[in-house]
């Protein structure tokens, strides 16, 4: 499986951007795609997921309204890009985002977690005040 994270940069607070994962090598009848990110000195967390097996996208609370994940569209089911579109950015969504493959996606309360088999090397998010 290759994750091939980018898109990320510095925005200003309240600014956009869309991150890019270009994935290949995994079974999307199997596994589902989706977006972790990391800030400086905090742990990891879920951010969104899309699941075209289940026809669903999550997002953890703190994101829900401002970013938007999707999918390109293709017969390929080994092969995809999937994009977070982020919008009204705020200065604490500087993190390095991670795409992420993963069979197990779950939100609970206003967390997203995931048992995650395989990780893109990230793409780093920069939002000034």
């Known amino acids: 499986v290759q994750l091939v994270e980018s898109g990320g940069g510095l925005v200003q607070a309240g600014g956009s951007l869309r991150l890019s994962c270009a994935a290949s090598g995994f079974n999307a009848d199997n596994y589902d795609i989706g977006w972790f990110r990391q800030a400086p000195g905090k742990e990891r967390e879920g951010v969104s997921c899309l699941s075209t097996r289940y026809g669903v996208e999550l997002y953890a609370e703190s994101v829900k309204g401002r970013f938007t994940i999707s999918s390109d569209s293709t017969s390929d089911n080994t092969k995809k890009t999937v994009y977070l579109q982020m919008n009204d950015l705020k200065p604490e969504d500087t993190a390095v985002y991670y795409c992420?493959?993963?069979?197990?996606?779950?939100?609970?309360?206003?967390?997203?977690?995931?048992?995650?088999?395989?990780w893109g090397k990230g793409t780093l998010v920069t939002v000034a005040s």
């Open positions: 992420a493959v993963g069979a197990v996606w779950a939100l609970r309360g206003s967390d997203l977690s995931a048992s995650v088999d395989h």
